[in-house]
């Protein structure tokens, strides 16, 4: 095979890498979309809308229940490893976060990083 071939694979390659990436690339990207917040002419300001007041960072929907949540949905939390979410499960039911300081493995750094993103 002579240089010409050496061109060719190259050249087939690179479509097939095009067309591989064409076909993904949907599945890669995020499609971002202007919102636009306008009132309607018969209210007040944008500003003073309750929704747009700021509120908790993590809603309370999202946050794990200590005192039922699953060994799995506990091990999701930051510094919780399989070990100590079995700790935990063994020691509820829990009253308060800082009743974790009783677990060996979790101090007050750890309870404070964990208390936006747990309730009891």
Do not use: C
Not at 68 to 94: F, K, N, V
């Amino acid at each position: 095979m002579g240089p010409d071939g050496r061109w060719l694979n190259v050249a087939y390659i690179a479509v097939v890498i095009g067309i591989g990436l064409a076909s993904i690339w949907p599945n890669l990207t995020v499609r971002f979309f202007p919102a636009e917040l306008k009132a309607p002419p018969h209210s007040a300001p944008l500003a003073a809308s309750p929704a747009l007041k700021p509120g908790p960072i993590t809603p309370e929907v999202g946050k794990v229940n200590l005192n039922t949540a699953s060994q799995a949905e506990i091990e999701s939390l930051p510094g919780i490893g399989p070990a100590l979410a079995q700790r935990i499960i063994e020691g509820r039911p829990y009253r308060s976060l800082e009743e974790l300081d009783r677990i060996k493995g979790i101090g007050p750094k750890l309870i404070e990083r964990l208390r936006p993103l747990v309730t009891l």
